[in-house]
T-cell receptor, first 112, second 114 residues
Framework: GESVGLHLPTLSVQEGDNSIINCAYSNSASDYFIWYKQESGKGPQFIIDIRSNMDKRQGQRVTVLLNKTVKHLSLQIAATQPGDSAVYFCAENIVDAGKSTFGDGTTLTVKP | KAGVTQTPRYLIKTRGQQVTLSCSPISGHRSVSWYQQTPGQGLQFLFEYFSETQRNKGNFPGRFSGRQFSNSRSEMNVSTLELGDSALYLC?????????????FGPGTRLLVL
C-alpha cells in the first residue's frame, strides 16, 4: 500500500499497514509546508507542518519528509486506521504571504 | 474554544444572482482567508484579511470580493453568479497575518449555481 515519489490521486491500504502520501510543490522560496486532512463534509484539518530548513519532522503516528532538491514532500502514516480515511492535501506557504498554495489531494481509503 | 463557523452551510442560487457568505473566526484570531474548492481545480486561494484590510488576493475576477469587520468576522460576496462558481467556499482563521501560523478551517459553505 505504499507509493514513493509519485503523487497518486487515490491510495488504498489495509488497516495496520503504513501509508505514504506524496506531494510535489512548485515554489522553491516556500518557507514551510503543511499537511491537511479533509474528511467528508468538513474543512481541512491541520496534521503536521515542517519548515524549509528541516528535512524530517515526526508527530503522533505521522512523519513528514521534505526533499528540497526535488521539491518533494511526503506524509507517512504509521499503522493506518479506518479513521485515517480522508483526502490529504499538502500546502506550501511563504511567511507573511497570508495564504497557502495547495497541492492536488490524495484520497486515502483504509480497508478493514 | 469554538471553531470557525460559516453560514449558511448550503446555498442554491441561479445564474446572475449575487451571494454573500459569512465567516466567524476563532475568538482572538485576526486573520481570515477564503478559499474556493472544486473537484477540478482543488483548493484555490481567494483573499486574506487582517485587521479589516485585504492583505493578499488570489487570481479571481473582480466579481469576488470580501471584507472584514472590526470583530474579525468576514464576509465574501460573489456577484453575477456563473455556473462555474458552484463550489465549496472555505474560510480559515489564524491569530496573525503571515508567520508560521496554523490556519483553522471552517466546514465551508457549499454553493450550487443553477
Amino acid at each position: 500500500g505504499e507509493s514513493v515519489g509519485l503523487h497518486l490521486p487515490t491510495l488504498s491500504v489495509q488497516e495496520g499497514d503504513n501509508s505514504i502520501i506524496n506531494c510535489a510543490y512548485s515554489n522553491s522560496a516556500s518557507d514551510y509546508f503543511i499537511w491537511y486532512k479533509q474528511e467528508s463534509g468538513k474543512g481541512p484539518q491541520f496534521i503536521i507542518d515542517i519548515r524549509s530548513n528541516m528535512d524530517k519532522r515526526q508527530g503522533q503516528r505521522v512523519t513528514v519528509l521534505l526533499n528540497k532538491t526535488v521539491k518533494h514532500l511526503s506524509l507517512q502514516i504509521a499503522a493506518t486506521q479506518p479513521g485515517d480515511s480522508a483526502v490529504y492535501f499538502c500546502a506550501e506557504n511563504i511567511v507573511d504571504a497570508g495564504k497557502s498554495t495547495f497541492g492536488d489531494g490524495t484520497t486515502l481509503t483504509v480497508k478493514p | 474554544k469554538a471553531g470557525v463557523t460559516q453560514t449558511p452551510r448550503y446555498l442554491i442560487k441561479t445564474r446572475g444572482q449575487q451571494v454573500t457568505l459569512s465567516c466567524s473566526p476563532i475568538s482572538g484570531h485576526r486573520s481570515v482567508s477564503w478559499y474556493q474548492q472544486t473537484p477540478g481545480q482543488g483548493l484555490q486561494f481567494l483573499f486574506e484579511y487582517f485587521s479589516e484590510t485585504q492583505r493578499n488576493k488570489g487570481n479571481f475576477p473582480g466579481r469576488f470580493s470580501g471584507r472584514q469587520f472590526s470583530n474579525s468576522r468576514s464576509e465574501m460576496n460573489v456577484s453575477t453568479l456563473e455556473l462555474g462558481d458552484s463550489a465549496l467556499y472555505l474560510c480559515a482563521s489564524s491569530r496573525t497575518h503571515g508567520g508560521q501560523e496554523t490556519q483553522y478551517f471552517g466546514p465551508g459553505t457549499r454553493l450550487l449555481v443553477l
